[in-house]
């Protein structure tokens, strides 16, 4: 079946560091995927999507393509304020009907 | 805007009570999805309404039933409560399409004792 695999986490970095977090998805024909965040005490909410491949999304600094050569999504942001600590989901959807397959998550932690 | 709204927040319940979890969104959304999320094991589908009137289980459903009472209202029913069921319940509603955004509720905290 489809599934999403991604880092585990805890990720710890100093205020400004380099993101990364690695998706990779396992799916019958073509998902469109996104990253969900999830602040502490709160729901999910959209980050950013992208429906075909070598489409790349991106919002509020945060960026992932859409590899289909190597199935992977992973996240990336150049430099991280101590406001981007959150739990980030990778997550596919392969049909319009409709359900998004999401991955383990991963926790971020930010330091000043 | 209110959203999606789930109730209630917090919830405590000896095994083998039931209750019921309930949904509302206000986005006229067709879709509608009940998730758990456990720590180290992310978001997990529980059941998802493609659209009013129909109902699909999603990858842990047993122990769960659901209702699709009109295209607002989605409810998750725990009819015999086991400590197997203390996590965290999201509801999500979306628009039809692959593209579309999933809204999330705040999350309901059931602990089963």
């Known amino acids: 079946g489809d599934s999403v695999t991604q880092m585990e986490g805890p990720v710890t970095l100093s205020e400004e560091a380099f993101l990364t977090i690695n998706c990779t998805y396992t799916?019958?024909?073509?998902?469109?995927l996104f990253w969900y965040v999830q602040y502490p005490g709160e729901g999910l909410q959209l980050l950013l999507k992208a429906t075909k491949a070598d489409d790349k999304g991106s919002n509020k600094g945060f960026e992932a393509t859409y590899r289909k050569e190597t199935t992977s999504f992973h996240l990336e942001k150049g430099s991280v304020q101590v406001s981007d600590s959150a739990v980030y989901f990778c997550a596919l959807r392969i049909s319009a009907g409709n359900k998004l397959t999401f991955g383990g998550g991963t926790r971020v932690l930010v330091k000043p | 805007n209110a959203g999606v709204t789930q109730t209630p927040k917090f919830q405590v319940l000896k095994t083998g009570q039931s209750m019921t979890l309930q949904c509302a969104q206000d986005m006229n959304h067709n879709s509608m999805y009940w998730y758990r999320q456990d720590p180290g094991m992310g978001l997990r589908l529980i059941y998802y309404?493609?659209?009013?009137?129909?109902?699909d289980k999603g990858e842990v459903p047993n122990g769960y039933n659901v209702s699709r009472l009109n295209k607002r209202e989605f409810s998750l029913r725990l009819e015999s409560a086991a400590p197997s069921q203390t996590s965290v319940y999201f509801c999500?509603?979306?628009?039809?399409?692959?593209?579309?955004?999933?809204?999330f509720g705040q999350g309901t905290r059931l602990t089963v004792v």
């Open positions: 799916a019958t024909g073509y998902p469109s």
């Open positions: 999500a509603s979306s628009e039809t399409g692959m593209n579309t955004e999933a809204f």
């Open positions: 309404s493609a659209s009013e009137g129909t109902t």
